[in-house]
């Protein structure tokens, strides 16, 4: 027990299967179905108070202004993962550029391309 407590308290959890909020890769250490880590972002609060029960996308690649607006008009929340940031850390250990997190932690899709990712964002 006391290895399944670390676990949790690590922020481990077992990947969700695919479904229609969760969009998986082929790779084995694909984040989507994974708890996304909660840490302080620079606004001074933790992601999850950030996102607010929105989606988030965290991009450690620069957008551009299209998929900004997009996102944007999806009321998204975009966060940037700076290099040696915990969600920095946390993209790059995931093979990726950028992920969407859905409004309960979850990952719903990850990848090293930042396209593929801003365009299925939900509402």
């Known amino acids: 027990m006391p290895l399944l407590q670390s676990a949790i308290l690590a922020g481990f959890s077992p990947a969700l299967h695919p ?5 998986k890769t082929r790779r084995t250490d694909d984040l989507a ?11 001074g609060v933790r992601l999850d108070t950030l996102i607010s ?3 988030g996308f965290i991009t450690s690649a620069p957008l551009t202004e299209l998929q900004q ?14 290099p040696g940031s915990e ?3 946390w993209l790059a250990q995931g093979g990726a550029a950028a ?14 391309d930042v396209a593929p990712c801003a365009m299925p964002c939900p509402r």
């Open 87 to 89: 969600l920095g850390h």
């Open 69 to 82: 607006r997009e996102l944007d008009r999806r009321n998204a929340i975009t966060v940037t993962a700076t």
């Open 19 to 23: 479904s229609a909020y969760v969009v």
């Open 99 to 112: 992920a969407i997190v859905r409004p309960d932690g979850i990952v719903m899709q990850a990848g090293a």
């Open 53 to 55: 029960g929105r989606f």
């Open 33 to 43: 179905g994974r708890l996304c880590p909660n840490p302080l972002v620079p606004q």
